[in-house]
């Protein structure tokens, strides 16, 4: 079982959170095409390597934050705020 870091909580059985998806991606406009709108809703990079995704402690303090996380080891690379941004490091093509 994977354990992930909860920033409020520490660490924990994944079994306690709710993965959100994908972060950080911008919604089209509500007057976008349909096209557009198809792409947001069902299409997504499936990377193997670092992934930025949004959990949610759901059976813990119920907060959302971001983990940066290894597709292929499940390695956790970074935690960090909901709102913030992604470590330079994982963005720039960390292992």
Known sequence: MMQLPCPWCGDRDENEFLCGGTTHLSRPDLQS???AWGQYLFFRDNPKGA????WRHTYGCGRWF?????TVTHEILA???IDGTPPAAVVNGAP
């Open 33 to 35: 095409s349909d096209g």
């Open 51 to 54: 992934h930025l995704e949004r």
């Open 66 to 70: 971001n983990i940066a996380r290894h």
């Open 79 to 81: 935690v960090y705020a």
